[in-house]
């Protein structure tokens, strides 16, 4: 059974940063790409960011590029998305995807406020 499990978000004032992690089973982790997409309240789903399967290719919209950073580690089965100078339209709940696939995590909220 494919499971994806988030952890990390939490409230955080604007200007900071929040490492956001992701902990996969079930599959062979380093044989897949991996996703990271949010919802902001009232909103649609937003696709965050993306990572290759050995995490040496990595993408972003322009919206995020250059603040948020994904990354891999395969021996950790484990998706990560660091993310810096966080505004509040940040706000949302974050979820990690195998990419191309309906498997979601659960999600996990992060707040930017003062």
């Known amino acids: 059974e494919v499971q994806l499990v988030e952890h990390g978000g939490g409230l955080v004032q604007p200007g900071g940063s929040l490492r956001l992690s992701c902990v996969a089973s079930?599959?062979?982790?380093?044989?897949?790409?991996m996703s990271w997409v949010r919802q902001a309240p009232g909103k649609g789903l937003e696709w965050v960011s993306s990572i290759n399967w050995d995490g040496d290719m990595d993408y972003y919209p322009e919206s995020i590029q250059g603040r948020f950073t994904i990354s891999r580690d395969n021996a950790k089965n484990t998706l990560y998305l660091q993310m810096n100078s966080l505004k509040s339209e940040d706000t949302a709940v974050y979820y990690c995807?195998?990419?191309?696939?309906?498997?979601w995590g659960q999600g996990t909220q992060v707040t930017v406020s003062s």
């Open positions: 079930g599959f062979t982790f380093g044989d897949y790409a």
């Open positions: 995807a195998l990419s191309g696939s309906s498997y």
